[in-house]
């Protein structure tokens, strides 16, 4: 079993910045993908980037991509999600997600373990 713990939500401005962490516990002594995801109201849960164990291979969506930045400090099993100019379209709860599959490319269909969300709320 994997916990993972998502922190860094909250309220910013647009055009502002947050960064988002995810903490994992539990089985992490194997490799494994770490990813992020994001549901606003009414809509689908929606992809937004990946990591595979090394850091070296990374993967984004179109729609946060030169945005957002993910990396991961193995070190503490964390992963974080740097978001800047932030836009009032992305607003949405995040999730964490870990993938055992370790590859990127197939993350998006390949998630083992979710965390339990974390709120953001760009306002203008």
């Known amino acids: 079993q994997v916990q993972l713990v998502e922190s860094g939500g909250g309220l910013v401005q647009a055009g502002g910045s947050l960064r988002l962490s995810c903490a994992a516990s539990?089985?992490?002594?194997?490799?494994?993908?770490l990813g992020w995801f994001r549901q606003a109201p009414g809509k689908e849960r929606e992809f937004l980037a990946a990591?595979?164990?090394?850091?070296?291979?990374?993967y984004y969506a179109d729609s946060v991509k030169g945005r957002f930045t993910i990396f991961r400090v193995n070190a503490n099993n964390t992963v974080y999600l740097q978001m800047n100019s932030l836009k009032s379209e992305d607003t949405a709860v995040y999730y964490c997600?870990?993938?055992?599959?370790?590859?990127?490319?197939?993350?998006?269909?390949?998630?083992?373990?979710w965390g339990q969300g974390t709120q953001v709320t760009v306002f203008s």
């Open positions: 997600a870990l993938d055992f599959g370790n590859n990127v490319a197939t993350f998006q269909a390949s998630v083992d373990y």
């Open positions: 539990g089985r992490t002594f194997s490799a494994y993908a």
């Open positions: 990591i595979n164990w090394s850091g070296r291979r990374t």
